[in-house]
């Protein structure tokens, strides 16, 4: 069983940053490949951004391409997101996701196993 929980969200007005962090229970952190995942109020959940194992590969939504980076410490159990440039469409509920191996980094929420709670990100205009 692995817990995620996340960090870091709030309230940011338009051209602002934020980074996220995702911190993940047990020994078994850096085999997952993880993942970001956002739900704005009244759309349904989307990708934002994967990051694999070893951090060799990472994937994002276009819409966030060029603003967002992903990243992660296996040394800490942690997996970050780096959010600049935010716009107000970014405002959402941001959740972090963990795959279990050997499924691999994706951008579908069916391949993720296990995710947090959710941190609030408020965009103003």
């Known amino acids: 069983q692995v817990q995620l929980v996340e960090s870091g969200g709030g309230l940011v007005q338009a051209g602002g940053s934020l980074r996220l962090s995702c911190v993940a229970s047990g020994r078994t952190f850096s085999s997952y490949d993880m993942g970001w995942f956002r739900q704005a109020p009244g759309k349904e959940r989307e990708f934002v951004a994967a990051?694999?194992?070893?951090?060799?590969?990472?994937q994002y939504a276009n819409s966030v391409k060029g603003r967002f980076t992903i990243s992660r410490d296996n040394g800490k159990n942690t997996m970050y997101l780096q959010a600049n440039s935010l716009k107000p469409e970014d405002t959402a509920v941001y959740y972090c996701?963990?795959?279990?191996?050997?499924?691999?980094?994706?951008?579908?929420?069916?391949?993720?196993?296990?995710w947090g709670q959710g941190t609030q990100v408020t965009v103003s205009s």
């Open positions: 990051i694999n194992w070893s951090e060799r590969l990472t």
């Open positions: 996701a963990a795959a279990i191996p050997p499924k691999g980094y994706s951008i579908y929420e069916g391949t993720y196993d296990y």
